[in-house]
């Protein structure tokens, strides 16, 4: 078995990576990434960072212009929501929800001007592995709660930092094409 790359359904440029496993006495082994799976993707600047949360943390809504994000979930349990806010695509406004598991592994590949966010269903690590190196400039935020995209988190109360508090509503935001 190899590992499947899918695009997604309901947002153009949204790709999902079904890990294939590799299984003996001695537990799974599983390939997460080769850039060759994403030809569209320059990873000259490769950067991979994670992100360890208790449960109910809420991270996001998070876009970028110039980097893509690859996550994996290799612990824990999250619910991923995507939101497509380039204004030349097909698929603006459109939002999808990913359930990422450690016991189920699989990539999301996310491109530039998709917001995108999680929230843990119990303790959890997202590994990031970017397009380009951190440096600021090119980090921006919509509400994680903003009527007009209608994310269903499906959690009460959750933990959010007050950076993303502050975010603001997708009517707000001087978007450019992508």
């Known amino acids: 078995m190899e590992n499947l790359v899918t695009d997604s359904k309901k947002i153009e440029g949204v790709q999902h990576v079904k890990f294939a496993p590799y299984s003996d006495e001695r537990g799974i082994f599983r390939e997460t990434f080769r850039a060759e799976w994403f030809p569209q993707v320059d990873w000259t600047n490769i950067q991979t960072n994670r992100s360890d949360s208790d ?3 809420l991270r996001g809504l998070h876009y970028h212009y110039n980097q893509y994000d690859y996550w994996l979930t290799p612990r824990g349990h999250i619910r991923v929501a995507l939101c497509d806010l ?3 695509s097909p698929t603006l406004r459109s939002v999808e929800i990913v359930e990422m598991r450690g016991d189920s592994m699989k990539g999301l590949l996310i491109p530039p001007g998709v917001a ?9 690590t997202v590994n990031y ?4 190196y951190y ?3 090119d980090e921006y935020g919509v509400a994680w709660n903003d ?3 209608g994310v ?4 009460d109360n959750p933990e959010i ?3 993303d508090q502050s975010n603001p509503l997708f009517s707000e935001l001087d978007v450019v094409s992508l």
């Open 55 to 57: 449960a109910n943390v």
């Open 86 to 88: 380039r204004t030349s």
């Open 116 to 124: 995108h966010g999680f929230v843990t269903l119990t303790e959890a």
């Open 129 to 132: 592995i970017v397009s380009n």
């Open 135 to 137: 440096d600021g400039k």
């Open 147 to 149: 009527p007009e995209l």
């Open 152 to 155: 269903d988190w499906k959690v």
């Open 161 to 163: 930092s007050l950076r």
